[in-house]
């Protein structure tokens, strides 16, 4: 059921995004974008088999985590390039902090609290839920239109986030009493 429900989710997204309709070439952009999906899947399930439940509150595990990827990021800057027309003012170091600990932390701490809590399969879910958010802001804030195929998108992708959501049926053996009960 939860297969399914993964399997009708990325159909809904598909439907919503429509490749098909799109001209010229899919470009390095969008395989950029897929190698990133592939890399939450997997890094979700390496963090609820690896990383969670071992006892490291998941708020230790998250905080470390952004620490690592900060220094890389720090070691990557001299030979990658950075923003040289942007300076340190105030405002801009403010700013950076707060997208950085609000975004990103509160974020990447939620993750590991919802895998955790509810397991890899069912965080994932949550990245099936943004394009069904996203057209539905356009069409509210921007007056975007949205067509039937859409709409009817939108619809498989929550059944499919649904279908995730079922535990798996229980055995016979499950539902037998226990021995001197």
Known sequence: MRLGGLLLGFAGTVLILAPWQQSGSVGWGALAILAAAASYAVAFVHMGRNLVGRGIPTLSLSA?????ATGWTALALPVGGGPE?????????IAVVVLGVLCTGITFHLTYRIIAD??????????YLLPVVSVALGAIVLDEELGPRIITGMAIVLVGVSMTRHNRTPSVADAAPAAGS
């Open 118 to 127: 509810e397991g890899a399969t069912n965080a994932a879910t949550v990245g």
């Open 64 to 68: 470390a985590q952004l620490v690592a």
């Open 85 to 93: 027309s942007i300076e340190p003012t105030p405002s801009v170091v």
